[in-house]
């Protein structure tokens, strides 16, 4: 195997390790937002005043690169109108009024499933995106027609915090060895490797049992060194293949499915329930009783706070997923997504920011960048209107997982000026095509 890339070293700060998932009872009502995956947003297919069950249809799929959506609780659509995003968008959503039995949609059947088709469109129906964060429709990624010659399970979990994954790993082996053994029956993969970070041994020995039972399946035990779990990253620590500027894992022969989304295949094989609710690890200085809890999907994130004892004080700050790549909430009637692995609740001792000062040329943004981007020349293209020398400098390699900032010694903006630079260069490229 190569050097490995370079990375950064956070604080693990997972206070929920090998806590049981606890259900969430009594939801009152959830909103669901048309969008929790890449690509077009979900098209509504039920009206105010529609009964539901847990698994009824409610949203279509929108094209290739979407997904369709699923009532998480039985009771009346009481409001199908736009609703205002976390990043500031907006977004048509449902929202459905619990009738408090949580009673399954009577349709709901596990898929039968007698050719590689059969499993696309199963994989489609499931509702299924990559719940590691990114959201990105899983059928999509096994919808090719090249050869899938490696299957990479992300079992890294390389944030703060989170644990949502490993406790999966942990208690829901037998549905990620169902899942494994049924895409590959269709698929036929050379190998399948499961990446976990060595942190985390509990999860470890589970997966190491499960490829004892299959001869294609191998554990890599990987250094725990932040952003681990990042897609390019874990790919080349895994197998060794480099996944280009510009390209996808398909293209160096890999699919990457998060340990969670596998574990979700297996029990659609077996269930037929789609996606309505997930895993996720509540957390942070804020939070009364940290754990990790089952939550239907769109659940209100001040309700989720509530089931955990509630907020021991007004949070600096609340986030989807980890304190390194997390997307800041302004308001706790946010929903629980599909792609949400955590929500944390910060207090201002975990917040807290040094003041930025001047740059000081001392490349330590680039030394701890997985890619060894030139971040000072994104910086300086994205301010003088040069996408040119943004592209030159590796902006569209940039994954954004923040390592630049975190290793600043002058607490630069280094990752939301690439972000910006990343955004500028998508309308670069939309005026050059339309020139």
Same mark, same amino acid.
């Given at each position: 195997?190569? =050097?490995?890339?370079?990375?950064?070293?956070?604080?693990?700060?997972?206070? /929920?390790?090998?806590?049981?998932?606890?259900?969430?009872?009594?939801?009152?009502? =959830?909103?669901? +937002?048309?969008?929790?995956?890449?690509?077009?947003?979900?098209?509504?297919?039920?009206?105010?005043?529609?009964? %539901?069950?847990?698994?009824?249809?409610?949203?279509?799929?929108?094209?290739?690169?979407?997904?369709?959506?699923?009532?998480?609780?039985?009771?009346?659509?009481?409001?199908?109108?736009?609703?205002?995003?976390?990043?500031?968008?907006?977004?048509?959503?449902?929202?459905?009024?619990?009738?408090?039995?949580? /009673?399954?949609?009577?349709?709901?059947?596990?898929?039968?499933?007698?050719?590689?088709?059969?499993?696309?469109?199963?994989? @489609?129906?499931?509702?299924?995106?990559?719940?590691?964060?990114?959201?990105?429709?899983?059928?999509?990624?096994?919808?090719?027609?090249?050869?899938?010659?490696?299957? =990479?399970?992300?079992?890294?979990?390389?944030?703060?915090?989170? !644990?949502?994954?490993?406790?999966?790993? %942990?208690?829901?082996?037998?549905?990620? &060895?169902?899942?494994?053994?049924?895409?590959?029956?269709?698929? &036929?993969?050379?190998?399948?490797?499961?990446?976990?970070?060595?942190?985390? +041994?509990?999860?470890?020995? @589970?997966?190491?049992?499960?490829?004892?039972?299959?001869?294609?399946?191998?554990?890599?035990?990987?250094?725990?060194?932040?952003?681990?779990?990042?897609?390019?990253?874990?790919?080349?620590?895994?197998?060794?293949?480099?996944?280009?500027? *510009?390209?996808?894992?398909?293209?160096?022969?890999?699919?990457?499915?998060?340990?969670?989304?596998?574990?979700?295949?297996?029990?659609?094989?077996?269930?037929?329930?789609?996606?309505?609710? $997930?895993?996720?690890? %509540?957390?942070? &200085?804020?939070?009364?009783?940290? @754990?990790?809890?089952?939550?239907?999907?769109?659940?209100?994130?001040?309700?989720?706070?509530?089931?955990?004892?509630?907020?021991?004080?007004?949070?600096?700050?609340?986030?989807?997923?980890?304190?390194?790549?997390?997307?800041?909430?302004?308001?706790?009637?946010?929903?629980?997504?599909?792609?949400?692995?955590?929500?944390?609740?910060?207090?201002?001792?975990?917040?807290?920011?040094?003041?930025?000062?001047?740059?000081?040329?001392? *490349?330590?943004? %680039?030394?701890?960048?997985?890619?060894?981007?030139?971040?000072?020349?994104?910086? $300086?293209?994205?301010?003088?209107?040069?996408?040119?020398?943004?592209?030159?400098?590796?902006?569209?390699?940039?994954?954004?997982?923040?390592?630049?900032?975190?290793?600043?010694?002058?607490? $630069? +903006?280094?990752?939301? !000026?690439?972000?910006?630079?990343?955004?500028?260069? $998508?309308?670069? @490229?939309?005026?050059? &095509?339309?020139?």
């Amino acid at each position: 195997m190569a =050097v490995s890339l370079r990375g950064i070293h956070v604080p693990h700060r997972k206070h /929920t390790a090998n806590m049981s998932p606890v259900r969430m009872t009594d939801v009152k009502s =959830v909103t669901i +937002p048309m969008v929790m995956h890449i690509g077009k947003p979900a098209t509504p297919v039920v009206a105010v005043g529609d009964h %539901v069950d847990v698994g009824t249809l409610i949203a279509e799929q929108n094209g290739f690169i979407s997904s369709p959506i699923y009532a998480s609780v039985s009771g009346t659509v009481k409001k199908v109108d736009d609703m205002v995003l976390s990043n500031g968008s907006t977004a048509p959503a449902v929202t459905i009024e619990s009738d408090g039995s949580m /009673t399954p949609d009577p349709t709901i059947a596990p898929p039968a499933i007698h050719s590689r088709e059969d499993m696309l469109e199963a994989l @489609k129906k499931s509702g299924l995106v990559g719940l590691g964060g990114a959201g990105f429709p899983t059928y999509a990624k096994f919808a090719t027609d090249k050869k899938i010659e490696i299957l =990479v399970i992300n079992g890294a979990e390389c944030e703060p915090y989170i !644990t949502s994954d490993s406790i999966t790993m %942990v208690e829901k082996a037998d549905y990620i &060895a169902r899942a494994i053994e049924a895409l590959d029956a269709w698929f &036929a993969f050379d190998k399948v490797i499961i990446g976990i970070e060595k942190n985390k +041994p509990e999860a470890v020995a @589970k997966m190491k049992e499960l490829a004892q039972q299959n001869g294609k399946v191998s554990v890599a035990e990987l250094p725990s060194i932040y952003p681990q779990g990042g897609e390019k990253v874990l790919v080349y620590h895994t197998t060794g293949r480099v996944i280009k500027q *510009g390209q996808l894992p398909i293209d160096a022969g890999c699919v990457v499915c998060n340990s969670s989304t596998m574990a979700n295949i297996g029990m659609y094989l077996e269930t037929g329930m789609p996606l309505v609710e $997930r895993t996720i690890t %509540v957390d942070g &200085a804020a939070v009364k009783e940290p @754990k990790n809890v089952i939550v239907p999907i769109g659940t209100a994130l001040g309700d989720v706070f509530e089931f955990c004892g509630g907020l021991t004080c007004d949070p600096d700050k609340v986030l989807y997923g980890g304190p390194m790549m997390g997307i800041a909430v302004a308001d706790l009637e946010a929903p629980v997504l599909k792609q949400t692995n955590a929500i944390l609740a910060l207090d201002k001792n975990e917040t807290k920011t040094p003041k930025t000062t001047a740059c000081i040329h001392c *490349g330590a943004c %680039v030394n701890h960048c997985p890619f060894g981007i030139n971040v000072p020349a994104i910086a $300086r293209g994205y301010d003088s209107g040069d996408m040119e020398m943004a592209i030159k400098a590796g902006v569209e390699l940039c994954m954004e997982c923040g390592c630049c900032s975190f290793g600043c010694p002058a607490n $630069r +903006p280094l990752v939301q !000026t690439n972000k910006l630079a990343k955004a500028a260069l $998508r309308e670069y @490229k939309q005026k050059e &095509a339309n020139a």
